[in-house]
């Protein structure tokens, strides 16, 4: 980085720290930032001024419904949350005990089981498909991927249904790199639920989280099914 | 005062993580107040901000167990998450565009550790100190600053309203945020 380019992103830490900066701009700054100490001291130092803004706010009082609506949705979520972790309890086998996940509610129970089993590639005849299954050792979620040509089509059973501000997102690591496969969906009344891999070009590995409503541009949960393709 | 309400934030957090409701609702006593005013400056009506505010610690009470207390105080992850879904808000209503979607989690992963001395510190500024500071600021500098951070403007849409080079806002925007730096606590830096 020369000295031209190091002034420039030092004169963008301010705007980034207020989240002025554009979305492109922003990628390019931490890119630096990852290699200049110089400037991430300045950021830090920086950033307290920032930290201190919503101090600067005007006290306004909140209605006492919205205290009233958030503990009652609170309530009901813990109690979905100590019916999950009972069954959970039930399902846990020797030597493999089922955690639940913050947030993501029944759902997230299967998580660590199908994880890590990704059983291997059959081929099942035909047409160049490929099947890769992936399956928990405790009863719970089961991953299939069926894979033609590029695309690729995941089959999930056995999910628990989501809360309704919740989706399931289908994401893919390549090169190392996890992204998102720009596909979204919600489990059937059944507990399957199906999601189609455009490209599976060098795909090492096709995993599903559950996200908010519309999406994440980066996974924010563990993952509840991860199935590894045999290169 | 419980045995709930005589923790510190980051002792609640593990406990909101475990789905703790009563712990949940001695975090939102002591920082819901600050949440909604924040949320009712940027979008700047009541309805929008109680939504805003109840999304936010919906959010936290989901995601609890995913605060790194390493990474800096509760009180600013959760102001940060308030501030993201209130411009979400402010944007989406002016667009009717669909929502960004803010991954709260990104909130610590682009803020690498203050130091807990200093996040403990800045909570000791009062809110009239503060306003105090930004007061003191050239009202070209404030205005930036506040289009910016309550606003949610970048700075090239807010070079284009202001009528003056990018790199004027650039300047604008770091003179003020280092006036105010230097407006802090003496034992910040």
Redo the contacts between chains.
């Keep these: 980085m020369n000295e031209t380019g190091h002034v420039s992103h030092r004169d963008d830490l301010a705007a980034y720290l207020l989240g002025a900066l554009e979305a492109g701009e922003v990628e390019a700054l931490e890119r630096h930032l990852a290699g200049c100490e110089e400037c991430r001291t300045e950021l830090e130092w920086l950033r307290p001024a920032v930290g201190v803004l919503p101090e600067s706010v005007e006290r306004v009082e909140p209605a006492p419904r919205l205290r009233q609506n958030l503990m009652e949705q609170v309530r009901a979520e813990a109690d979905s949350a100590s019916s999950s972790s009972t069954r959970e309890r039930r399902w846990s086998l020797s030597g493999w005990s089922l955690r639940p996940l913050a947030g993501l509610a029944a759902v997230a129970l299967v998580v660590a089981a199908v994880a890590a089993y990704a059983i291997g590639t059959n081929d099942s005849g035909g047409g160049g498909e490929t099947t890769t299954v992936s399956s928990g050792r405790a009863p719970g979620v089961t991953a299939e991927l069926v894979s033609e040509g590029e695309s690729g089509t995941l089959h999930l059973a056995h999910l628990h249904q989501l809360p309704p501000d919740e989706v399931l997102q289908a994401w893919v690591e390549r090169d190392g790199k996890v992204e998102s496969a720009k596909t979204l969906f919600v489990p059937n009344q059944d507990g399957t639920a199906s999601a189609t891999i455009d490209d599976m070009n060098g795909v090492t590995t096709v995993m599903v989280t559950a996200e908010p409503r519309g999406g994440s541009a980066q996974p924010t949960s563990a993952p509840i099914a991860s199935v590894s393709m045999k290169q | 005062m419980s045995k709930v309400e005589r923790l510190a934030d980051e002792e609640l957090m593990p406990l909101i993580?475990?789905?703790?409701?009563d712990a949940?609702?001695v975090f939102?006593?002591r920082h819901?107040?600050?949440a909604?005013?924040?949320a009712?400056?940027i979008v700047g009506e009541?309805g929008a901000?109680?939504d805003v505010?109840?999304e936010a610690?919906?959010?936290i009470?989901?995601?609890?167990?995913?605060y790194d207390a390493a990474r800096g105080s509760v009180r600013?992850w959760m102001?940060g998450i308030?501030?993201?879904r209130a411009?979400d808000a402010l944007r989406s209503k002016a667009s009717g565009a669909?929502?960004l979607?803010f991954?709260?989690?990104?909130i610590l992963e682009?803020?690498?550790a203050?130091e807990r001395t200093?996040?403990e510190a800045?909570r000791r500024?009062?809110?009239a100190e503060?306003?105090g500071?930004?007061d003191e600021l050239p009202g070209e500098q404030s205005k930036v600053?506040e289009l910016?951070?309550?606003g949610?403007?970048?700075?090239?849409e807010?070079a284009g309203m202001l009528g003056v080079p990018l790199?004027t806002?650039?300047?604008r925007?770091?003179l003020?945020?280092?006036k105010?730096?230097g407006e802090?606590a003496e034992g910040?830096?």
């Design positions: 993580g475990a789905k703790d409701p949940f609702e939102y006593d819901g107040g600050v909604y005013s924040l009712y400056r009541r901000a109680e505010t109840q610690f919906i959010s009470w989901r995601s609890g167990a995913r600013t102001l308030v501030r993201n411009i669909p929502k979607n991954d709260d989690d990104s682009h803020k690498p203050p200093e996040s800045l500024e009062t809110a503060v306003r500071a930004l600053i910016a951070y309550f949610g403007f970048s700075h090239s807010i790199g806002v650039k300047g925007m770091r003020g945020l280092e105010i730096r802090l910040l830096t």
